[in-house]
Nanobody, 122 residues
């Protein structure tokens, strides 16, 4: 099973930017899908964005559309989440995941990272 390691989280102010990275331990197979999810205290895990390992398909949650951008560096086996115009409601633990279906449902993903904390102060 692939190992995923997130990094790049931190504490920032409203309006600031952060870039999260997700390093995979192996090259993804062609039909892989990478997703970013987040979970705030007392809330369920929430879909943020996803991207196919090959091709140009990307999809975002309405709450982050226009502010967040998911991208990948295939030679380095890294997936990024660029987060701009951060808001306090973006505060959560952010998780990277890999699956084989282009789905927003977290149950479609079978490999998960340990998460990285993002805190946005008002």
């Amino acid at each position: 099973q692939v190992k995923l390691v997130e990094s790049g989280g931190g504490s920032v102010q409203t309006g600031d930017s952060l870039r999260l990275s997700c390093a995979a331990s192996e090259r993804p197979y062609s039909r892989s899908v990478f997703g970013w999810f987040r979970q705030a205290p007392g809330k369920e895990r929430e879909f943020v964005a996803m991207i196919r390992a090959r091709g140009t398909s990307e999809f975002y949650a309405d709450s982050v559309k226009g502010r967040f951008t998911i991208s990948r560096d295939n030679p380095k086996n890294i997936v990024y989440l660029q987060m701009n115009s951060l808001k306090p409601e973006d505060t959560a633990v952010y998780y990277c995941a890999r699956g084989s279906q282009y789905e927003r449902d977290h149950r479609a993903y079978d490999s998960w990272g340990q998460g990285t904390q993002v805190t946005v102060a008002s």
